[in-house]
């Protein structure tokens, strides 16, 4: 037992006082002697024991009132097994109300959201008036760096309301731990209320300030049932308006109870244009295909959509991409090569490309920087030069295609395959050969064959080069011919692909510039060269958005805008390898599409979705809370747990210890109704 005040036991002296009258009030009494006494005998001693008895009792009745009131006036308390003394004086409390998205899960006293709120509220009104307060949810507001005082509090906990922000709670407790050790108050508690999800209660790896007591109070919910679009994507990175596309989406089941007929909604710019039916197991997951044709050119916006209550955020995903994307191909050929070949031919006419044309002479190298594909058609050397600028190209991303000359330099070419870690040029072999294998396990012609025959009818290769193949470079054959040599291989370095064929692209070389394996190969050279944009992006979170850096000084910054129109953010940019990077520094919250925009010109689709961390439903139990804070030794870790009935007695328990005062205020009480019914019962 412990004392608030203890310096009142020095009260405890006055116990001296009915002490000190009851030995003056002591009277000694004298013998009389006279005849036939002895029955006066009898009851002079009879009532001598008597009037001692109840001078006894009443004396002792009266220093227990005395002894009951001075420790009334200590206030003991009996200190919780995790508390430490109660220090006097202000108290500063930060309470933590958890407003992410699945406290708008229910129990049979409502929304947890609401609930939290009503006990952070009994919390408040267990404390005095000069206690301080700071209110912090997972917005991580500027207004949440301050104190509150008792009404105001209240007032601040009733305007919370459901967030799409998503924190750890290691990350919640050293915001208030930082705050409160901030503000100089030595008397410092944390409550903290949550619904405490595994995704994010991290009480495993949970780091604690020891100077501060802490308390969880965990609010269940009557189920964990959630169903929810995880993500989705695209079969092949490439759409375009006119062309069937496939779209798949993964839908999840957190819950436990299994589900018979669910159906998944497509829209795409604002129409629904196809729905799949799914079923799904309890604790599992499963993939839905939606098969449509693309009808718009540019800019697509769509989304995936389910039904699920009463956790809703998750229910509806939304993607967005476009349509009209053009690949920069940079062909050079060599001195003595046409203008008209099979590269030219198949690009210059389609919409698809950007296609730009050099000689070996006159090559502009300021167009490397924007290109995406870069064809090196049977040069006769490669300049240290142009090997410089391939290794540019290479650090920002894309696909290099090395083609040899039959009359190569040898020496420029393998310091340039040397420096670009490609295999090296041997021997021109001038046998006739076939091409024998397709690598198909590579991925490369993945989508192009629906079914492949032994008897194939692949291209003829009357001259190639043979490679000496080193320890440094990573190739990976593509194309093989009969003798197990390498037709085309595919390599990377940095950012960038690098194909490499072993025979010049001519009539006397080889068929394959004319054969029909040609078209799909160089197509998928080309697709290759794309970054996938990413469908969608999460909300509240540093997106970054890699654009081609085609902005000069003097232009207006990019904005990002969202359909709507009353979202209008300029992002932080960077210029890397002249890659442009937006950084959105989670100033986006709100889910939709946007575009990003420079000079009222449109440059990039975008969608936003809440993110999914919430979506797994699964919390911690009161008993595996307890038993978490028992294994890792929390001294300064309590836990109460929400029965429905109002918290304040609770929470004054474990931050002060369970009080006695008034126990011994009725005691008091008790010992002077005592001596009252001594004196007027013995007389």
Same mark, same amino acid.
């Given at each position: 037992?412990?004392?608030?005040?203890?310096?009142?036991?020095?009260?405890? *002296?006055?116990?001296?006082?009915?002490?000190?009258?009851? =030995?003056?009030?002591?009277?000694?009494?004298?013998?009389?002697?006279?005849?036939?006494?002895?029955?006066?005998?009898?009851?002079?001693?009879?009532?001598?024991?008597?009037?001692?008895?109840?001078?006894?009792?009443?004396?002792?009745?009266?220093?227990?009132?005395?002894?009951?009131?001075?420790?009334?006036?200590?206030?003991?308390?009996?200190?919780?097994?995790?508390?430490?003394?109660?220090?006097?004086?202000?108290?500063?409390?930060?309470?933590?109300?958890?407003?992410?998205?699945?406290?708008?899960?229910?129990?049979?006293?409502?929304?947890?959201?609401?609930?939290?709120?009503?006990?952070?509220?009994?919390?408040?009104?267990? !404390?005095?008036?000069?206690?301080?307060?700071?209110?912090?949810?997972?917005?991580?507001?500027?207004?949440?760096?301050?104190?509150?005082?008792?009404?105001?509090?209240?007032?601040?906990?009733?305007? %919370?309301?459901?967030?799409?922000?998503?924190?750890?709670?290691?990350?919640?407790?050293?915001?208030?731990?930082?705050?409160?050790?901030?503000?100089?108050?030595?008397?410092?508690?944390?409550?903290?209320?949550?619904?405490?999800?595994? +995704?994010? !209660?991290?009480?495993?790896?949970?780091?604690?300030?020891?100077?501060?007591?802490?308390?969880?109070?965990?609010?269940?919910?009557?189920?964990?049932?959630? $169903?929810? $679009?995880?993500?989705?994507? !695209?079969?092949?990175?490439?759409?375009?308006?006119?062309?069937?596309?496939?779209?798949?989406?993964?839908?999840?089941?957190?819950?436990?109870?299994?589900?018979?007929?669910?159906?998944?909604?497509?829209?795409?710019?604002?129409?629904?244009?196809?729905?799949?039916?799914?079923? =799904?197991?309890?604790?599992?997951?499963?993939?839905?295909?939606?098969?449509?044709?693309?009808?718009?050119?540019?800019?697509?916006?769509?989304?995936?959509?389910?039904?699920?209550?009463?956790?809703?955020?998750?229910?509806?995903?939304?993607?967005?991409?476009?349509?009209?994307?053009?690949? *920069?191909?940079?062909?050079?050929?060599?001195?003595?090569? +046409?203008?008209?070949? +099979?590269?030219?031919?198949?690009?210059?006419?389609?919409?698809?490309?950007?296609?730009?044309?050099?000689?070996?002479?006159?090559?502009?190298?300021?167009?490397? /920087?924007?290109?995406?594909?870069?064809?090196?058609?049977?040069?006769?050397?490669?300049?240290?030069?142009? $090997?410089?600028?391939?290794?540019?190209?290479?650090?920002?991303?894309?696909?290099?295609?090395?083609?040899?000359?039959?009359?190569?330099?040898?020496? #420029?070419?393998?310091?340039?395959?040397?420096?670009?870690?490609?295999?090296?040029?041997?021997?021109?072999?001038?046998?006739?050969?076939?091409?024998?294998?397709?690598?198909?396990?590579?991925?490369?012609?993945?989508?192009?064959?629906?079914?492949?025959?032994?008897?194939?009818?692949?291209? @003829?290769?009357?001259?190639?080069?043979?490679?000496?193949?080193?320890?440094?470079?990573?190739?990976?054959?593509?194309?093989?011919?009969?003798?197990?040599?390498?037709?085309?291989?595919?390599?990377?370095?940095?950012?960038?692909? @690098?194909?490499?064929?072993?025979?010049?692209?001519?009539?006397?070389?080889?068929?394959?510039?004319?054969?029909?394996?040609?078209?799909?190969?160089?197509?998928?050279?080309?697709?290759?060269?794309?970054?996938?944009?990413?469908?969608?992006?999460?909300?509240?979170?540093?997106? $970054? %958005?890699?654009?081609?850096?085609?902005?000069?000084?003097?232009?207006?910054?990019?904005?990002?805008?969202?359909?709507?129109?009353?979202?209008?953010? %300029?992002?932080?940019?960077?210029?890397?390898?002249?890659?442009?990077?937006?950084?959105?520094?989670?100033?986006?919250?709100?889910?939709?599409?946007?575009?990003?925009?420079?000079?009222?010109?449109?440059?990039?689709?975008?969608?936003?979705?809440?993110?999914?961390?919430?979506?797994?439903?699964?919390?911690?139990?009161?008993?595996?809370?307890?038993?978490?804070? #028992?294994?890792?030794? !929390? /001294?300064?870790?309590?836990?109460?747990?929400?029965?429905?009935?109002?918290?304040?007695?609770?929470?004054?328990?474990?931050?002060?210890?369970?009080?006695?005062?008034?126990?011994?205020?009725? =005691?008091?009480?008790?010992?002077?109704?005592?001596?009252?019914?001594?004196?007027? @019962?013995?007389?």
């Amino acid at each position: 037992m412990m004392f608030v005040y203890p310096l009142f036991l020095w009260a405890l *002296a006055a116990v001296s006082v009915p002490v000190i009258i009851h =030995l003056f009030n002591f009277r000694r009494y004298k013998k009389v002697y006279f005849t036939n006494v002895k029955f006066l005998k009898e009851l002079q001693q009879e009532s001598k024991s008597k009037s001692r008895l109840k001078e006894i009792l009443i004396l002792i009745a009266r220093c227990l009132a005395i002894i009951c009131l001075v420790l009334a006036f200590a206030q003991p308390f009996i200190p919780s097994k995790n508390s430490a003394a109660k220090i006097s004086g202000t108290s500063a409390l930060s309470l933590y109300i958890d407003n992410s998205f699945s406290m708008e899960n229910v129990n049979k006293q409502g929304a947890l959201l609401d609930i939290a709120k009503t006990r952070a509220k009994e919390v408040i009104k267990a !404390f005095g008036n000069a206690d301080k307060f700071q209110i912090i949810t997972n917005d991580f507001e500027g207004k949440h760096q301050r104190f509150y005082t008792k009404e105001d509090a209240l007032n601040a906990i009733e305007d %919370i309301k459901i967030s799409s922000a998503v924190r750890e709670l290691n990350d919640v407790l050293k915001r208030q731990s930082d705050f409160l050790n901030s503000s100089g108050i030595n008397n410092k508690k944390i409550y903290a209320f949550s619904d405490a999800q595994r +995704s994010t !209660f991290n009480l495993e790896n949970l780091k604690l300030d020891t100077t501060i007591k802490t308390t969880i109070i965990p609010l269940q919910a009557n189920q964990v049932n959630n $169903v929810y $679009v995880d993500t989705c994507w !695209f079969e092949t990175p490439l759409q375009q308006k006119g062309f069937i596309q496939k779209l798949h989406a993964k839908i999840v089941n957190n819950g436990n109870a299994d589900i018979d007929a669910g159906s998944a909604k497509l829209y795409l710019n604002k129409q629904h244009i196809a729905i799949a039916s799914f079923s =799904l197991d309890a604790n599992s997951k499963t993939e839905v295909l939606f098969t449509f044709e693309c009808k718009q050119s540019g800019f697509n916006f769509g989304s995936v959509k389910i039904e699920d209550y009463p956790i809703t955020f998750d229910d509806e995903l939304f993607f967005a991409f476009n349509s009209k994307v053009n690949i *920069a191909v940079s062909l050079v050929n060599g001195r003595n090569q +046409s203008n008209e070949n +099979s590269f030219s031919a198949l690009l210059k006419n389609d919409s698809l490309f950007n296609f730009r044309s050099f000689s070996e002479q006159t090559i502009d190298y300021a167009a490397f /920087k924007n290109s995406d594909v870069i064809i090196l058609n049977q040069l006769s050397e490669l300049s240290s030069g142009l $090997v410089s600028e391939l290794l540019k190209f290479t650090e920002q991303g894309g696909a290099l295609v090395i083609v040899p000359n039959e009359k190569l330099e040898i020496n #420029s070419y393998n310091e340039a395959m040397k420096t670009l870690q490609l295999p090296r040029f041997e021997t021109l072999d001038t046998s006739k050969l076939k091409v024998n294998k397709i690598e198909l396990a590579s991925g490369f012609y993945a989508g192009v064959f629906e079914k492949t025959e032994e008897r194939m009818n692949l291209p @003829l290769v009357n001259k190639h080069f043979k490679f000496q193949k080193t320890g440094r470079n990573n190739s990976e054959a593509i194309l093989m011919l009969q003798n197990a040599d390498d037709f085309l291989s595919r390599n990377k370095l940095n950012n960038a692909v @690098l194909y490499l064929f072993s025979a010049p692209m001519n009539e006397s070389a080889s068929n394959f510039g004319k054969h029909a394996l040609f078209v799909p190969t160089l197509y998928q050279i080309c697709f290759s060269s794309l970054k996938s944009a990413p469908l969608f992006y999460t909300t509240n979170s540093n997106v $970054v %958005i890699n654009l081609k850096n085609d902005l000069s000084v003097q232009e207006q910054p990019p904005h990002i805008r969202n359909s709507n129109g009353n979202i209008d953010i %300029i992002p932080e940019m960077r210029i890397v390898n002249n890659a442009l990077s937006l950084f959105t520094r989670n100033q986006i919250s709100q889910t939709g599409f946007y575009e990003v925009s420079r000079n009222n010109s449109s440059l990039l689709p975008l969608a936003f979705n809440f993110s999914r961390q919430e979506s797994d439903l699964q919390s911690y139990s009161a008993d595996e809370i307890k038993n978490i804070i #028992s294994e890792k030794g !929390f /001294k300064n870790l309590s836990l109460i747990e929400d029965t429905g009935a109002d918290i304040s007695a609770q929470v004054l328990q474990i931050a002060e210890g369970k009080k006695l005062w008034k126990l011994f205020l009725l =005691l008091t009480l008790l010992f002077i109704a005592l001596e009252a019914a001594l004196l007027r @019962l013995l007389k």
